[in-house]
């Protein structure tokens, strides 16, 4: 059982910006961040693999980043320019390759507000 987890969520001002961490309990291939809002279905933000390959969700739109750093097990999730519908509580995923698993964290509430 790989655990993660989050830290870094809290109260930022709209056009503020945070950053997300979330540290793994051993090195996984690929880690990725999600989130959900009141109401609605988780949403996917970026995933990177071990290499450091990213991608992203269409509304990210250069305003989020996500980097790793493999020797803490790290992930990271910059992000800029928030606005109130980023509210959400932010996920932590990862995945492993052997033994096959997926793996969440608990979450962390980020609250866009002025």
């Known amino acids: 059982q790989v655990q993660l987890e989050e830290s870094g969520g809290g109260l930022v001002q709209p056009g503020g910006s945070l950053r997300l961490s979330c540290a793994a309990s051993e090195f996984t291939f690929g880690m990725g961040w999600y989130r959900q809002a009141p109401g609605k279905q988780r949403e996917w933000i970026a995933t990177?693999?071990?290499?450091?390959?990213?991608n992203y969700g269409d509304f990210v739109k250069g305003r989020f980043a996500i980097s790793r750093d493999n020797a803490k097990n790290t992930v990271y999730l910059q992000m800029n320019s928030l606005r109130a519908e980023d509210t959400a509580v932010y996920y932590c995923?990862?995945?492993?390759?052997?033994?096959?698993?997926?793996?969440w964290g608990k979450g962390t509430l980020v609250t866009v507000s002025s």
């Open positions: 995923k990862a995945t492993r390759k052997n033994p096959m698993g997926v793996f």
């Open positions: 990177i693999d071990s290499s450091g390959y990213a």
